[in-house]
């Protein structure tokens, strides 16, 4: 009898399968989506930002670096910076390293 009872049912709910399979997966759908526009897209926006900030770096622009140094630009090439920390010290580091450009004036070479 039992047996009688899941025959009639069977072609019922194999039909709605594949509508229960939807809207199974929906919500791992919809925490993608959330996922993306809360953490992904702040995150390469960021990238973005960060990285048309160091193509503009130019000589003479105060910076600090991700270590803390603060440092005003002497030289610069490709991949690498020359920070001037305080009067005849220059420092080398990787450009991706700068984490911030200050406003001028902000680093004095007569205050330390």
């Given at each position: 009898m039992i047996s009688t009872a899941f025959a009639q049912t069977a072609p019922a709910a194999e039909a709605a399968g594949g509508a229960s399979m939807l809207t199974g997966m929906l919500p791992l759908i919809l925490m993608f989506v959330v996922l993306y526009f809360i953490m992904i897209r702040p995150q390469m926006k960021r990238q973005k930002e960060h990285r048309a900030m160091i193509d503009a770096?130019?000589?003479?622009?105060?910076?600090?670096?991700?270590?803390?140094?603060?440092?005003?630009?002497?030289?610069?090439?490709?991949?690498?910076?020359?920070?001037?920390?305080s009067p005849g010290v220059e420092v080398q580091v990787q450009r991706s390293a700068v984490g911030q450009v200050l406003p001028k004036g902000t680093f004095d070479k007569n205050a330390a």
């Open positions: 770096l130019a000589k003479g622009d105060e910076v600090t670096t991700a270590g803390g140094i603060v440092g005003r630009v002497s030289k610069l090439s490709e991949q690498w910076i020359h920070l001037e920390i």
